[in-house]
């Protein structure tokens, strides 16, 4: 990544060339020392975070400085003092040879990177988006399923039903045997203790048949309802994830959008003409 002089970066972060000369000095910022080609030691800074965020929102003749005079070049020992009373950076004389389109050029590739694995964020989105579109696709074969068990449930409660009528009727055959027994009892005293034992021994075995037929119809109403809720569940979750799907697929395909057009714009300002710095010193000096 392109490193920065002292002078750009304090006009990038809206503070003074001896504030970043400090900050250099303590290690808030990072920098390296070279030698530029007057045989000057200068300071050449690492663009960290904050740096990098409002490089983005820079206009370039804001970053750029103007060069050296031609009476600086020149060797002309006045000029040398005035130039030695200003506080001038490791690259103040490099600005012609590096102009700020770089950076712009650097925060382009970044942009165009970070719009690629957006893309592939859409992309990714657009394939979860098929996977559930499949699962909607397949849910009549869920909405079957729960059908089948429906029918399922509503056949063993007819079945409980014909139960529940076949211990009535065994209700009845049991009274009806009753009033045969009290007959018998009148015709045949001595078989009446055999009658009685034979008698609870269905009576007994008729409970048990309507305790067990009676649990069976609450176990089948409570897996009828059931299925019902987990259809319900079911197709709520798959409605509400495929809107999530797609909230958030227009959301990227926004941001994209956006993010493109604020590019553009920034480009068309950069292929605006600019002034050259030579042009700049000499009305400077003319004025």
Excluded: C, H
């Excluded at 590739?109 to 657009?126: R, V």
């Excluded at 499949?134 to 079945?159: C, N, Y």
């Excluded at 055959?173 to 018998?184: F, I, P, Q, T, W």
């Amino acid at each position: 990544m392109r490193t920065l002089t002292v002078k750009e970066t304090a006009k990038v972060l809206g503070v003074s060339v001896r504030t970043i000369q400090n900050r250099l000095a303590t290690n808030e910022l990072s920098g390296k020392r070279i030698t530029n080609q007057y045989g000057t030691s200068e300071w050449r800074v690492w663009p960290n975070k904050e740096i990098t965020e409002k490089l983005k929102d820079f206009q370039l003749d804001e970053v750029s400085t103007d060069g050296p005079s031609e009476e600086f070049r020149g060797g002309d020992s006045s000029a040398v003092l005035e130039a030695e009373s200003v506080e001038v950076d490791r690259n103040y004389f490099e600005e012609t040879q590096a102009p700020i389109t770089t950076i712009i050029r650097e925060m382009s590739q970044q942009f165009a990177e970070q719009l690629s694995k957006e893309k592939q964020i859409n992309l990714q989105l657009q394939y979860e988006l098929k996977e559930k579109d499949v699962q909607l696709k397949l849910l009549p074969d869920f909405q079957k399923q729960a059908e089948d068990r429906r029918l399922e449930a509503e056949t063993k409660e007819l079945e409980a039903i014909a139960l529940a009528k076949q211990i009535e009727a065994m209700k009845t055959m049991a009274a009806e045997k009753a009033v045969d027994l009290a007959r018998l009892n009148q015709l045949e005293t001595e078989t009446l203790p055999s009658l009685e034992r034979q008698l609870e021994q269905e009576r007994l075995q008729r409970e048990r048949a309507l305790e067990e037929a009676a649990s069976k119809l609450s176990a089948l109403e409570n897996g009828k309802r059931e299925a019902e809720e987990a259809k319900a569940k079911l197709e709520e979750s798959l409605q509400s994830e495929i809107a999530r799907l797609r909230d958030e697929k227009d959301d990227q395909a926004k941001a994209i959008e956006s993010k493109f057009d604020a590019l553009n714009q920034k480009l068309e300002e950069l292929k605006k003409p600019q002034a050259s710095w030579w042009k700049k010193l000499l009305g400077s000096s003319e004025n």
